[in-house]
C-alpha cells in the first residue's frame, strides 16, 4: 500500500538554529511531492513542490530550501531559523501528473521556534 | 491562477442536521475541484473530487458535495451531521504552477457540530 511519513511530530528549536524536516513515500514511484506550512491552523501555503529527483520549485521566497536527495525523498531545510517559521508543516505527494487524483498528506510537524 | 473561496470562517450545526460548507470557485477552463478535511494536528483526508461527469459527487464519510457550473460553486453537504464530524475542511482546485499541477487551497472552514 501506498503511505507517506513524516517527523518529527513536533519539534521546538531555538531562533537561529538549523532545521531538518524528512518526508518519504513508500509504495509508489517517481512522485511528485510539496511541502506546505499552514500558520495559526488554517490556510495552506505552498513552500516547494518537486517533479523528480533534484528537481525543486519554490513559489514563496523565504528562509527555507528544499531537496529530494531520492526519488520517495523530500527534505525541508533551513540554515537559521526564525520566530516567523512556526507553523504546521506538511508534506504531500501525488502520483498522476494531471491533478486528477488528488494529493496524499503526511501527518505533518508542528515547529514552534522560540 | 485558479482559485476557490471559502466565505465561512464557521460553520455550526445541531448534530443531525444537514450541513452545508460553501466554497465558490475561479477557474480558466474545466476545473478539478477536491475537498479535504483536517482534525486537530493531522494530515489532510480527502473527502471528494469533481472532475467531469454527474455534477453531484459522492465522497467518504457520507459526504457528498454538488458540482454548479453556473454558480461556480462546489458546496459540500451531509444529510445528517455527526459530532464527529467537527474538524476544519479545506476546498481546492487544480492549478498550475510552472507547467506542474498544484493544489489551490482556500483558506477553510471550521465546522462545529453541537451535540
Known amino acids: 500500500s501506498q503511505t507517506i511519513h513524516q517527523w518529527p511530530a513536533t519539534l521546538v528549536q531555538p531562533v537561529g538554529s538549523p532545521l531538518s524536516l524528512e518526508c518519504t513515500v513508500e509504495?509508489?514511484?517517481?512522485?511528485?511531492l510539496y511541502w506546505y506550512r499552514q500558520a495559526a491552523g488554517r490556510g495552506l501555503q505552498l513552500l516547494f513542490y518537486?517533479?523528480?529527483?533534484?528537481?525543486i520549485s519554490s513559489e514563496v521566497p523565504q528562509n527555507l530550501s528544499a531537496s529530494r536527495p531520492q526519488d520517495r525523498q523530500f527534505i525541508l531545510s533551513s540554515k537559521k531559523l526564525l520566530l516567523s517559521d512556526s507553523g504546521f508543516y506538511l508534506c504531500?505527494?501525488?502520483?498522476?501528473?494531471?491533478?486528477?487524483?488528488?494529493?496524499?498528506f503526511g501527518s505533518g510537524t508542528r515547529l514552534t521556534v522560540v | 491562477a485558479q482559485s476557490v473561496a471559502q466565505p465561512e470562517d464557521q460553520v455550526n450545526v445541531a448534530e443531525g442536521n444537514p450541513l452545508t460548507v460553501k466554497c465558490t470557485y475561479s477557474?480558466?477552463?474545466?476545473?478539478?475541484l477536491f475537498w479535504y478535511v483536517q482534525y486537530p494536528n493531522r494530515g489532510l483526508q480527502f473527502l471528494l473530487k469533481?472532475?467531469?461527469?454527474?455534477?453531484l459527487v459522492k465522497g467518504s464519510y457520507g459526504f457528498e458535495a454538488e458540482f454548479n457550473k453556473s454558480q461556480t460553486s462546489f458546496h459540500l453537504k451531509k444529510p445528517s451531521a455527526l459530532v464527529s464530524d467537527s474538524a476544519l475542511y479545506f476546498c481546492?482546485?487544480?492549478?498550475?504552477?510552472?507547467?506542474?499541477?498544484?493544489?489551490?487551497f482556500g483558506r477553510g472552514t471550521s465546522l462545529i457540530v453541537h451535540p
Open positions: 504531500a505527494w501525488s502520483v498522476e501528473r494531471t491533478g486528477g487524483y488528488g494529493y496524499t
Open positions: 509504495g509508489t514511484s517517481n512522485p511528485n
Open positions: 518537486s517533479v523528480g529527483i533534484g528537481q
Open positions: 477557474v480558466s477552463g474545466n476545473p478539478y
Open positions: 469533481y472532475i467531469t461527469g454527474d455534477n
Open positions: 481546492a482546485v487544480r492549478d498550475i504552477y510552472g507547467g506542474s499541477y498544484i493544489p489551490t
